[in-house]
Every structure is written in structure tokens, then in C-alpha cells.
């Protein structure tokens, strides 16, 4: 079990062989939900597929963990791309979905203001590619 904020963690043993090679509990916590919703793994997510549900997950993950408060660098280390690759595809998920980013705070204490400043630093959601 892992503690977050004095709130125990439990990860079952399907969630750990999703997560596997994620060594982070807050990544963990964080992109579970979304690994699950679309059946996919971590390694999926950090791998060098281009089909279109891998796009499509690593967008959703990557504006997750950014809407968390990790920067676009550190997100890129711990998926293995460069933060402007990061940075493009938080842009598309914006481009796609708006401003549902208070889906992904996982902490009830992140001042979502703050959140959504950061990722409108981004790029306006008009602006074209």
C-alpha cells in the first residue's frame, strides 16, 4: 500500500501489470484510470507506436499528468520524448476536447486556476496548426 496525503493506496494485481515499469505512485495514481478506460498498458504509453489509440492515449495521459502539476520536461522523461512533442500533443488534446481538464485533478487542494493558466500558456485552443 502506498500512502498519498494520509489516504492509503491499494493497487491490485491486474493494476500492477498495467502499470508495469511505471516507478512513480503518483504517475500510477494518475494514469490508471485512463490505461484502464482504454485497455492499454504503460508500456503502450511510453512506447513507439504511431497508430491512432496510441496517439490518442498518450494525449490523454500526457494532458493528465501536465493538469497535475508535472512540467512538460518531466513528463517528457518519464515517457521518453522531448518536451515539445509534450507540449504539441497537450495542444491537440486542448484543440479536441476544450477546457475538460478538472476531470483529471487528482488532488482536491490543486487550485484549478492555476492548472488552467498553465495549460492555456500552452496555446490558444483557436489557434491553428
Known amino acids: 500500500p502506498v500512502t498519498i496525503n494520509?489516504?492509503?493506496i491499494k493497487f491490485t494485481l491486474d493494476d500492477?501489470?498495467?502499470l508495469q515499469?511505471?516507478?512513480?505512485?503518483?504517475?500510477r495514481q494518475i494514469v490508471l484510470p485512463i490505461l484502464r478506460k482504454?485497455?492499454?498498458?504503460?508500456?503502450?504509453?511510453?512506447?513507439?507506436s504511431r497508430t491512432r489509440p496510441h496517439i490518442l492515449l498518450r494525449r490523454?495521459?500526457?494532458?493528465a499528468l501536465i493538469s497535475n502539476g508535472y512540467g512538460f520536461a518531466e513528463t517528457g522523461r518519464l515517457c521518453?520524448?522531448?518536451?515539445?512533442t509534450i507540449m504539441h500533443a497537450v495542444k491537440q488534446w486542448k484543440l479536441t476536447n476544450g477546457?475538460?481538464?478538472?476531470?483529471?485533478?487528482?488532488?482536491?487542494g490543486d487550485d484549478a486556476r492555476v492548472i488552467c493558466g498553465a495549460i492555456d500558456g500552452i496555446a490558444d485552443a483557436e489557434t491553428p496548426m
Open 60 to 63: 490523454e495521459a500526457w494532458f
Open 99 to 108: 477546457s475538460e481538464y478538472l476531470q483529471y485533478l487528482i488532488d482536491e
Open 21 to 27: 515499469g511505471c516507478q512513480r505512485e503518483r504517475v
Open 80 to 84: 521518453g520524448r522531448d518536451h515539445t
Open 38 to 48: 482504454r485497455y492499454m498498458t504503460w508500456r503502450q504509453l511510453v512506447g513507439q
Open 6 to 8: 494520509a489516504t492509503v
Open 16 to 18: 500492477m501489470l498495467i
